[in-house]
């Protein structure tokens, strides 16, 4: 609490920030489920965000996956048209089909790794519930790292990232050097 007279609260799945006059400001615009209320504290809010973050970004990676499978496509596929007889820097050209692979299969293994944490940690949940009982389970609920993915995956996020720039960087090259030479 900021000041000692603010109290966040949690009306079904909308967030509403209670003022020390007593009156509540709706912060979310969700207004469902009003007769449940539960107190939020700061790491709520914190695991919350960090929670809806992951959406948007693996959209994000799935745009990345489009990008670098299309560009790798037609790069294969229209080569005869746009490289020349004898072409400057050609090892740049093949860095870039290879990055682009590598972005591909990167990608496809982060966009795995979304489906096996959330399911490893399903398992590992129930698993406690069962075994241990429900004291046990709302413990493990409360680890910051309950959900996080394993390191393969978080690695190959950043490998696709970094793979995807410098292929568009070797392919930019390529270009800017046969376009010279043309001239």
Request: charged share 20%.
């Amino acid at each position: 609490m900021a000041d000692g007279h603010d109290k966040i609260v949690l009306f079904g799945f909308g967030w509403f920030k209670f003022s020390h006059k007593g009156g509540a400001m709706d912060t979310d615009h969700k207004k469902t489920n009003m007769d449940r209320k539960t107190e939020v504290t700061i790491e709520d809010i914190i695991r919350r965000l960090s929670h809806d973050h992951i959406k948007p970004y693996y959209d994000w990676l799935r745009q990345l996956l489009g990008l670098s499978s299309g560009a790798l496509t037609l790069l294969v596929a229209l080569q005869r048209t746009y490289i020349p007889i004898h072409p400057l820097g050609l090892p740049l050209l093949q860095l870039c089909w290879g990055l682009l692979a590598l972005t591909v299969l990167s990608t496809l293994t982060a966009l795995y790794g979304e489906s096996a944490t959330l399911l490893g940690a399903a398992n590992k949940l129930g698993r406690i519930y069962y075994q241990e009982g429900d004291e046990k389970a709302h413990l493990l609920l409360k680890e910051d790292n309950f959900v996080r993915p394993a390191t393969i995956y978080v690695r190959a996020r950043i490998v696709a990232v970094f793979c995807f720039a410098f292929a568009i960087s070797f392919l930019a090259l390529f270009a800017a050097l046969n376009v010279c030479q043309s001239q």
